[in-house]
């Protein structure tokens, strides 16, 4: 929820950079970069999911080709996640044991039916909340973890 209220936070203050010129790569690249694949893409995913739902209880999805599909893009997930392991693995990267890159296949094999739905329902979550004006709390780091700490933004 910290991501999604931060990002809308941050370009509702700045939004006379996105798109302006007078900031270089920042308002031409960056920022409308970020508004598109950080901000919007949860909006789109959430509003996606929520089509796709409706259309399965009317009967209107074509199952043989929805399946193909995501067998499709799931099965590229997948192999983009094992190329990335596969080089971290070669080059000797930060795991030890063939056994810990294996646990981290298995994260990838789950993430698109468990992480990445609460990341998509958490933004989605900080943004309601911020556009409501709900108070935020954000946490100060300390040494044992977060401690609580209200601030007004």
């Known amino acids: 929820m910290r991501w999604g209220r931060g990002l809308i936070q941050t370009f509702y203050n700045h939004r006379r950079i996105v ?8 308002g031409k690249i960056t920022l409308p ?18 089509t ?31 190329v ?5 693995y070669t080059i000797g990267g930060s795991y030890k044991t063939v056994k810990s890159y294996l646990w981290i296949l298995l994260a990838a094999m789950a993430e698109p039916f468990i992480y990445h739905p609460m990341v998509v329902f958490f933004s989605i979550r900080g943004y309601c909340n911020y556009l409501l004006g709900k108070k ?10 977060f401690a609580k700490k209200e601030t007004t933004n």
């Open 19 to 26: 798109g302006n010129r007078k900031y270089s790569r920042l």
């Open 33 to 50: 970069y970020l508004f598109i694949f950080e901000f919007l893409a949860p909006v789109i995913e959430f509003f996606g999911f929520l």
């Open 52 to 82: 796709f739902i409706f259309l399965a209880v009317i009967g209107a999805i074509n199952w043989g080709n929805a399946l193909i599909m995501f067998l499709a893009i799931y099965t590229f997930c997948i192999l983009l996640s094992m």
């Open 84 to 88: 990335v392991i596969s080089f971290d």
């Open 136 to 145: 935020a709390v954000w946490g100060e780091m300390t040494r044992k973890g």
